[in-house]
């Protein structure tokens, strides 16, 4: 892709979009070897992020009005710390990798989380991901291997 000639713009997901951010998701999922873990529905992404209590919010990335892609985060709480925002997915289509996509949506993020005064921004990244992890670096990231993540699956 040359950069030169392609706009790629960045703007808040609408109801409309989450066909394409779910086939985004399941493209993550694939990537990350996981494609039986993405259960999530369409219907599911419309209610919780547009629904009378949304959990979430999301920004997708479109060139020519096709989204190519998304983060997807939500408002936390650190009783040490206050407000926080927690990026929980982020990806670009694997084609359009390197093209400075991601760097726009992240930094998008970024920017709403200091207008909000948040505390923190934070994420996960796999470990193996070395490719997310040089991204990251670039934002002076402080990867945190003294914590373990726990979860319980209802």
């Known amino acids: 892709m ?11 997901a609408l109801k409309s979009d989450m066909p394409a951010v779910l086939d985004l998701i399941k493209e993550l999922a694939l990537y990350e070897n996981a494609p039986e873990e993405v259960i999530n529905t369409v219907e599911q992404l419309e209610e919780d992020g547009f629904g009378n209590h949304s959990t979430f919010e999301c920004l997708v990335a479109e060139i020519e009005n096709n989204v190519v892609g998304f983060a997807l985060f939500f408002t ?11 990026l ?15 760097k726009k949506l992240f930094d998008a993020v970024h920017q709403i989380a200091k207008e909000r005064k948040m505390k923190r921004l934070s994420w996960q990244v796999l470990d193996w991901n070395e490719s997310a992890i040089s991204f990251y670096k670039k934002y002076q990231t402080e990867f945190d291997s003294s914590w373990v993540n726990c979860r319980i699956v209802i």
């Open 88 to 102: 929980e997915d982020f990806c670009v289509k694997e084609n359009l990798r390197r093209n400075g996509i991601g």
């Open 76 to 86: 936390t709480y650190s009783t040490w710390k206050g407000n926080c925002l927690y």
């Open 2 to 12: 040359n950069n030169d000639h392609v706009q790629i713009s960045v703007r808040r």
